[in-house]
């Protein structure tokens, strides 16, 4: 569904301050879990065809995949909107366009 690159920092960060919401058209907001499937949406190390767990720490560099598992957005276009937060601070937010 989307891959995610980390491209600044030096250090790893633990997932326990990482917080990956994934919006869609059909339920709302949902918190993908990158240790196992949460309700709509998990994480992955790594990009593609990929179900490789991730590891303690997003360390930089690294390549995220985040994959629906169940329906987030339905009809032939929709928008679907991905926030990362870190200790509860949004440092990225962007509006996908789905076709």
């Known amino acids: 569904m989307v891959e995610i690159t980390r491209t600044n920092g030096q ?31 998990a994480i992955y190390s790594g990009a593609g065809l990929t179900s490789t767990a991730t590891g303690l720490n997003w360390g930089p560099g690294e390549t995220i995949s985040i994959k629906e598992t169940s329906s987030l957005q339905n009809g032939e276009q929709g928008m679907l909107q991905v926030k990362i937060l870190i200790d509860g601070t949004v440092i990225f937010g962007q509006d996908l366009i789905i076709s």
């Open 11 to 41: 250090a790893g960060i633990d997932w326990s301050r990482i917080t990956i919401i994934i919006d869609g058209n059909t339920e709302g907001d949902r918190t993908c879990g990158h240790s196992n499937s949460s309700y709509g949406c």
